[in-house]
């Protein structure tokens, strides 16, 4: 017999829950075919059987939360017939035991008094951090013992109130600046408190109601903590796409012969905006309450829209890839995520986003900045318009970038000059990419 168990998904995860089961009990499985889907608070993904053979009990069941490395089903081997006869064994030998057990603790029943002690030491535990009611991860008591949190004074955003890693880390920065101490936006009711409470809504004829799924309560909650935590302003530049529109007419066919893809307008950009990023490394920072974080490295989240939401897989080291590597990068990672197939740590360590909103036939709009970095462009659809040159109309493929910034460390003129910067390469491009 095998035991299933919930796996950890990365250094920080420490709990996950259990969505959907792929497989019923008493169905055959094969080792590495998915057997089960979960969702963390970093990404959903389809989780593979440990082993091949028949699908015993189900130990947890869907919508479960539950630690990581807890079991929760059992695979037998065969038809399971050997399992089921042994497991009545296993009871038949503890019934035999009390009887032998029974005078000891009768002999030992003078001990008891003499650990008074472990009160004493529980004490200094509850006085170092109150804790509010309801469930708290390790990874949530950690980090309040780090930074010295009181959690009563934390406000929760997940399912129930439960506080989670970034409310305390919103509440930590906001602890850290002073402009963000104001009751109002430390206060503000978040996803955890409906203009209709929880359970009393009625559906009615000319309505239905549906649960959030998992991914998009987490949705909800990063987008509400990220406008929380920031100072949002978008700066908008219009971009002559002509040269990069020619060079892609130019290979897409031998680009697509040769590599089996297709040869699209987003890792033009994301080549330009990361050789912004080395002109102007503090747009590739984090702040951590009130010092700055240089990120030696430009990991660059690649926004990938899903059926049920949106996920940012990361590129690391985009810098040291040119275009043909782009693609490859984005194709891959925007494949498997609708496939359910990343690791969660194809989804950490971004130091700055770019978000394609184009492809739905957007001109431009204004992106929320992904936590914690302080900007994100946005691309706009590539589409050819009339415009004046040297006061003669002209046809020109044209876009616009929408670049959201955190003003609390990137000023106006700077987010500008950044934007400018991306304008630049787009419009002088020569770089070949075969």
């Known amino acids: 017999m095998t035991d299933v168990v919930m796996p950890q998904m990365g250094e920080s995860i ?7 089961w792929l497989k019923k009990p008493g169905d055959k499985v094969e080792r590495d075919e998915p057997l089960f889907e979960i969702s963390t608070d970093k990404v959903d993904t389809e989780i593979p059987s440990p ?3 028949t699908l015993g009990e189900l130990l947890v069941q869907e919508g479960q939360t539950v630690q990581v490395n807890a079991i929760v089903a059992r695979i037998t081997e065969g038809n399971g017939a050997a399992s089921a006869t042994s497991a009545p064994a296993a009871p038949a030998a503890p019934t035999q035991a009390p009887p032998k057990e029974q005078p000891k603790p009768a002999a030992a029943a003078p001990p008891p008094p003499a650990p008074a002690a472990p009160p004493v030491v529980a004490a200094p535990v509850v006085a170092e951090v109150k804790e509010p009611t309801g469930p708290l991860s390790p990874l949530v008591r950690r980090i309040a013992r780090e930074k010295n949190i009181d959690l009563s004074k934390v406000n929760g955003t997940g399912a129930g109130g439960r506080i989670t890693k970034e409310d305390l880390e919103a509440y930590a920065n906001q602890s850290a600046a002073p402009v963000y101490t104001p009751p109002v936006p430390v206060q503000a009711p978040a996803p955890q408190a409906p203009a209709v409470p929880v359970g009393q809504a009625q559906p009615t004829a000319k309505s239905r109601i549906k649960p959030m799924s998992n991914m998009r309560i987490k949705i909800a909650e990063h987008m509400v ?3 929380r935590v920031s100072a949002h302003v978008t700066t ?3 971009v002559d796409m002509t040269r990069v529109a020619r060079m892609r007419a130019k290979h897409k066919e031998d680009f697509a012969a040769r590599y089996g893809m297709s040869l699209t307008f987003l890792p033009f950009v994301a080549r330009a905006a990361v050789e912004a990023l080395r002109a102007f490394p503090i747009v590739n920072a984090s702040i951590d309450g009130t010092n700055i974080i240089y990120h030696n490295e430009i990991n660059l989240g690649i926004a990938v829209a899903l059926e049920n939401g949106l996920i940012v897989p990361v590129i690391r080291n985009a810098d040291e890839k040119n275009v043909l590597g782009l693609q490859r990068a984005i194709v891959d990672l925007a494949s498997r995520a609708r496939a359910r197939q990343l690791k ?6 971004g130091t700055f986003s770019i978000t394609n909103f184009g492809s739905f036939g957007s001109v431009f709009a204004t992106p929320i900045i992904n936590q914690p970095q302080v900007a994100i462009l946005g691309v706009g659809s590539v589409e050819k318009v009339p415009v004046v040159i040297d006061d003669a109309i002209a046809i020109r493929s044209q876009c616009y970038l929408a670049l959201t910034f955190d003003h609390r ?3 106006g003129a700077l987010g500008d000059q950044y934007t400018a910067k991306v304008k630049s390469v787009l419009e002088s491009w020569s770089e070949e990419i075969l």
Request: proline share 4%; charged share 30%.
């Open 344 to 349: 969660p740590d194809e989804i950490q360590g």
């Open 14 to 20: 420490v709990e996950g829950t259990l969505t959907k």
């Open 51 to 53: 082993a091949a053979g």
């Open 225 to 227: 903590m990220s406008k």
């Open 409 to 411: 460390l990137i000023d």
């Open 236 to 238: 908008v530049h219009r």
